[in-house]
C-alpha cells in the first residue's frame, strides 16, 4: 500500500483514539448514568477532556482535506516523491498536534505549528496530483 494511504490509515486511528480519549474524559466528567444514557444534557468537560474533543474535531475536518488528495493521487497512479514526503510530513504533525494539543503544551506556538505542518503535508500531496494531471 502506498505511503499516501498508510498516512490515511494512521490519519484514521489517530481519530479513532482522539474519540475515545474525549469519551473517556466525558464520562469521567459526566458519569456512567449519562454515558449510557441519551445525553440529553451536553458534556460539561475541561481540561484535558475539552482539549482532546477539540482535536478530534479538528482533527476530522484535516483528515477529510486529506483524503480528498490522497485517494485519488493512489487512484490514477500520480504518486510522487513529492505526495510521499507530503503524506508523511501530514502524519507526523496530526500526531505532534494531537499529542501537544492533548497535553496543554502552549510554548511558542507549537500547536499552530504543527498544524501548519499538517496543512503544508497536504499541501504538497495536492501539488503532486495537480502536477500529474497537467
Do not use: K
Not at 47 to 71: K, M, P, Q, S, T
Not at 80 to 94: C, D, E, K, N, P
Not at 103 to 130: D, E, K, P, Q, S
Request: aromatic residues 10%; proline residues 1%; positive net charge.
Amino acid at each position: 500500500m502506498s505511503m499516501e494511504l498508510w498516512s490515511l490509515v494512521w490519519g484514521g486511528l489517530l481519530l479513532f483514539v482522539l474519540i475515545l480519549l474525549s469519551a473517556n474524559a466525558n464520562v469521567s466528567a459526566m458519569g456512567m448514568g449519562w454515558g449510557i444514557g441519551n445525553r440529553d444534557v451536553a458534556a460539561t468537560t475541561t481540561g484535558w477532556g475539552a482539549r482532546a474533543r477539540r482535536a478530534y474535531l479538528n482533527h476530522l475536518e484535516n483528515l477529510v482535506i486529506y483524503a480528498c488528495f490522497a485517494i485519488p493521487i493512489v487512484m490514477t497512479g500520480l504518486s510522487t516523491s513529492l505526495s510521499v514526503l507530503g503524506a508523511q510530513i501530514f502524519i507526523i504533525a496530526r500526531v505532534l498536534y494531537a499529542i501537544v494539543y492533548v497535553a496543554g503544551i502552549t510554548v511558542a506556538g507549537i500547536r499552530t505549528l504543527c498544524w501548519l505542518g499538517g496543512v503544508v503535508g497536504y499541501a504538497m500531496v495536492f501539488i503532486a496530483l495537480l502536477q500529474g494531471t497537467m
